[in-house]
């Protein structure tokens, strides 16, 4: 069996592409460096983090970008011995209007290296892809339309795409407005027995969101609805473990087996937050005789488990890191610091902005995966200036975090304290109270389970002292706050320098496990 999600913690949008025995999955990454995880499977079952498409400062500058902005919805495609990568590179997105051009870069491996991003429009978002089976290509995106009275979402439209010249010709013909859900956008084209068939996403990222499939024998439509549409969604069910479920994509394994990975979401229980963000799971369906797509087994809603294909299985070996930050796990925001210096045996952050900047943070940070997890580190740091903090967060974004850091105060010297960070309001759960401490060099854990949060410090490694009382981790959460948040939890490393002059704190690892039920 494939259990649900497949891809855990912040995953979301996935594109999936199979190239012979091999399978390819695409996921958006937004205000996080380097940009658009790849996923590698031979059964389905079993996935390893490959690489990153866009993991070189020529190919992405997410400087500036807002929290939840940078790379939206990737589409992956394969033709002819190369890759195709559509993708958004959103500049502004909580204004009426939307800054959202659109970029293609191609290679001949899934690993690059990848041309040079070619911008091809900025009409909308969630560009895609369409190689026909005469040979002509065709993009497609949704259409923002920002004026009064009129739905923002107007609906996708096609235009013929020149992969000579990289540029699109003719005119954009709007070919589906979507159903009454509403809110479509996410199109991917599929060509099958004679149909065109548009997969959609509809019904907005959240609780109503949905797979919307729509067929016609011509491309530029008229297309008609599936006669049990939505496809899949966790809409009205309230008691499903997989949540938000929507914005899919297909495809036909070796065997002839049809599978849809989807975008998911687990609220913490009791809550309708998910501080994990969006997931990615997968759905076996098959084709009627109708020459419709349904869900292997009936209905709409999401299963935990779904049977396998008939196909080998190929398990992971584990790769340790060659050294402790070596991984491919860790990401950075907006731009890959030259402040963040990965060593053979530590990390070394030289003070920058702070956690609420979107330009240059010091920080090295890695995907919350689990709703019950501890996470712990080794900090060597000698702060001579309050304005100077280095530690570890539990981080969302620039508006959600909790971080507990080493910094220096008049009275008390070297000390720890809480910033917390909620909606943009930032407390300091600790208040005029900071913990004086002697040593330099620390260990702080944190703990978390499910909507409780708890940092400690030791010297020793061997007893931990509680810092501040239990904070609230579900308002790390994409359903917080008045910000649109797309993203997930991370853990992170992270060090400031108010002044200026980039002191410099080490870590030697950053060690995250899971929690397991008494």
Known sequence: MIKNPILPGFNPDPSICRVNDDYFIATSTFEWFPG????????????RLLTHALKETRLLDLKGVPSSGGV????????????????????????????????????????GPWSDPVMINASGFDPSLFHDSDGKKYW??????????????????????????????????LIFKGSEIGLTEGPHLYQRNDWYYLLTAEGGTEYEHAVTLARSRNLLGPYELHPENPILTSNGHPNLDLQKAGHASLVETQTGQWYMPHLCGRPLPNTRRCNLGR??????????????????GGGNSPANEVAAPNLPSQ?????????????IQYATPRLPSARVIREPEKLTLQGSESLESCFEQAMLARRL???????????????????????????????????????????????LQIHSCDDGVS??????????????????????????????????????????????????????????????SFIGLACQDLTG??????????????????
Request: proline fraction near 7%; hydrophobic fraction near 35%; aromatic fraction near 14%.
């Open 36 to 47: 658009v995880q790849i996923h590698h499977s031979k059964d389905l079952v079993h996935w």
């Open 72 to 111: 939206w919805a990737p589409a992956l495609s394969y033709h002819d011995g190369l890759f195709y990568l559509c993708y958004t590179v959103v500049h502004q997105h909580e204004a009426a209007t939307k800054d959202t051009p659109n970029f293609l870069i191609t290679s001949p491996s899934i690993e």
């Open 140 to 173: 497609l995106n949704m259409v923002w339309d920002h004026r009064p009275h009129k739905h923002p979402f107007l609906g996708i439209v096609l235009q013929p795409f020149d992969p000579v010249e990289n540029r699109l010709t003719g005119k954009p013909e």
């Open 279 to 296: 997931e990615t799971a997968i759905q076996q369906v098959e084709w009627r005789d109708d020459d419709w797509l349904y869900l292997v």
């Open 315 to 327: 398990q992971w070996p584990e790769v340790p890191p060659r050294a402790p930050f070596d991984s």
């Open 369 to 415: 995966t689990m709703q019950r997890a501890a996470a712990k580190t080794r900090l060597r740091f000698k702060p001579h200036s309050f304005q100077q903090m280095a530690g570890l967060a539990v981080y969302y974004n620039n508006h959600l975090f909790h971080y507990l850091y080493l910094t220096y105060d008049e009275d008390l010297g070297t000390c």
């Open 427 to 488: 407390s300091f759960p600790l208040a005029e109270h900071p913990v004086a401490v002697s040593a330099e060099e620390l260990f702080f854990k944190v703990e978390i389970d499910h909507s409780q949060l708890q940092f400690f410090w030791s010297e020793d490694d061997q007893t931990y002292t509680r810092v501040g009382s239990e904070l609230d981790a579900s308002i790390l959460s994409d359903d917080h706050g008045k910000h649109w948040g797309f993203t997930g």
């Open 501 to 518: 002059g980039g002191h410099p704190a080490e870590f030697d690892f950053l060690e995250l496990i899971e929690l397991k039920n008494d």
